[in-house]
């Protein structure tokens, strides 16, 4: 029976609920590579790691754990003259290095203010799930998806 360790390709149902049990955001599927390549967070690979198909789980996470600690210094106030002309709440915006990706949170006369932190930073979440589907990978395999996530 496959069970999920290192160069596995595991496919779950994952739901997400903030600590009062509200849903955050529900997937149908979603599929990683298990193994330490940090395609998902690192408690909920533990968590996994040498679970079979159809077994189920659940666990809390701490903003560490997840998206991060709201960080202040992400929120910025900027000129509209130095934002696109076409800007709208809800937009995002890159920076020329394409490593920060700021939404727009609000826009008044002449500024607008962005925000480069995950909409789930500082808050602490339940994540339930079931395993769906399991493949163990050849190493070029998994070197084919590794090279895959690159060219995103």
Same mark, same amino acid.
């Given at each position: ?5 290192? /160069?596995?390709?595991? *496919? $779950?149902?994952?739901?997400?609920? %903030? ?7 529900? /997937? ?5 590579? =298990? ?5 998902? +967070? ?6 996994? %790691? ?9 666990? *809390? ?5 997840? +998206?991060?600690?709201?960080?202040? *210094? @992400? ?6 003259? &130095? @934002?696109?002309?076409?800007?709208? $709440? ?15 949170? =609000?826009?008044?006369?002449?500024? &607008?203010? @962005?925000? &480069?932190? =995950?909409?789930? &930073? ?9 395993? $769906?589907?399991?493949?163990? $990978?050849? *190493? ?6 590794? /090279?895959?996530?690159? /060219? =995103?």
């Amino acid at each position: 029976m496959d069970i999920i360790k290192k /160069n596995t390709l595991v *496919s $779950l149902s994952l739901k997400t609920e %903030d600590e009062a049990g509200n849903l955050l955001e529900e /997937n149908e599927e979603i599929m990683y590579l =298990h193994g330490g390549y940090g395609q998902i +967070f690192t408690k909920v690979e533990e968590t996994l %790691d040498g679970k079979k198909l159809g077994d189920s789980f659940h666990l *809390s996470l701490t903003p560490e754990e997840a +998206f991060g600690i709201y960080d202040e *210094s @992400l929120v910025v106030k900027e000129p509209l003259s &130095a @934002l696109p002309e076409d800007i709208e $709440l809800g937009m995002e915006c890159e920076t020329e290095n394409k490593e920060t990706v700021w939404v727009v949170e =609000h826009i008044e006369d002449d500024y &607008a203010i @962005l925000n &480069a932190n =995950h909409e789930l &930073a500082g808050i602490p979440i339940q994540i339930s799930g079931e395993v $769906l589907e399991l493949e163990q $990978l050849s *190493s070029e395999g998994v070197q084919e998806i590794l /090279n895959m996530e690159h /060219n =995103h």
